[in-house]
């Protein structure tokens, strides 16, 4: 298996304008988490899934942000309008079922100018 | 609540001095207990759990409930291991497959 994918690595948008985030979990994985990792705040989930449902979505920051899962090989996070304030590395994981390790993305890279 | 603390940002070390990067969580139920590796640039890596009591890359940790400390410890540090050291907790009950991580801790291995 090639692991969780990400799309794209790096991205740089102006402010305002909207970001899409793709992920690709590991075939067979039933949980599906995006975080984001700044400098300031280190690594903080934003929301999981589980069979495609939302489980989590308390660390969600804003209304401008939303994540959906159409089907199990597939993950969207979408950042409406965009600031400056979202830059950051946002990871995507993904695990078998509970309490299994998770397996990470190699990140997108986002800067928001 | 779950919550992971990890005291230092940043360790530095000479090669083949021990190391040791402290974590410590808080936890009503019974957790279940990671250290996660990111390499420059590259992704997290799980580097070892609790419930497996193995040794990876010469890296052990010990969970003690007493003290709720699931510290990473190295008998000889390696420059190789220069990284950020993620721990990382799991509820059994209550946070489902919730993974609260900790703030981190740089390793720096110098020669």
Redesign the interface.
Known sequence: DAGVIQSPRHEVTEMGQEVTLRCKPISGHDYLFWYRQTMMRGLELLIYFNNNVPIDDSGMPEDRFSAKMPNASFSTLKIQPSEPRDSAVYFCASSLYGNQPQHFGDGTRLSIL | AQRVTQPEKLLSVFKGAPVELKCNYSYSGSP?L?WYVQYSR?????LL?HISRESIKGFTADLNKGETSFHLKKPFAQEEDSAMY?CAL?G?TGG?????????TQLKVEL
Do not use: A, C, W
């Open positions: 279940e990671f590259q992704r997290l890596q799980l759990r993620y799991s059994l489902g497959n919730k993974l609260t991580f900790g703030t981190g």
